[in-house]
């Protein structure tokens, strides 16, 4: 089973940044795509942002672009998620994820870790 350990969530003032990160068990075909995807109350899960081991592709949802920058260090098996000019609205509990399949759509990942929470105050 693929295990995937979320850190570094908190609460930040609008415009702050965080960064998190997920160390993930193992570097195999089942962990091709790695994402983050977020859930803020009353609403579904959505698509942040993906990237593959080898860095050669990455993905972000319109509302991130250029705001959130995906990384990941094959070294430490660890995939990071830099978040800057953080908005109320990014307010949300934030999932890594991995799956054999590249895509932005969530059920497409089949491994997800525990979830962190984000509070971004206005």
């Known amino acids: 089973q693929v295990q995937l350990v979320e850190s570094g969530g908190g609460l930040v003032q609008a415009g702050g940044s965080l960064r998190l990160s997920c160390a993930i068990s193992?570097?195999?075909?089942?962990?091709?795509?790695l994402g983050w995807l977020r859930q803020a109350p009353g609403k579904e899960r959505e698509f942040v942002a993906a990237?593959?081991?080898?860095?050669?592709?990455?993905n972000y949802a319109d509302s991130v672009m250029g705001r959130f920058a995906i990384s990941r260090d094959k070294f430490k098996n660890t995939v990071y998620l830099q978040m800057n000019s953080l908005k109320p609205e990014d307010t949300a509990v934030y999932y890594c994820?991995?799956?054999?399949?590249?895509?932005?759509?969530?059920?497409?990942?089949?491994?997800y870790g525990q979830g962190t929470q984000v509070t971004v105050s206005s």
């Open positions: 990237i593959t081991w080898s860095g050669s592709m990455t």
């Open positions: 994820a991995a799956g054999q399949r590249w895509s932005t759509r969530p059920s497409t990942f089949d491994y």
């Open positions: 193992e570097r195999t075909a089942r962990t091709y795509a």
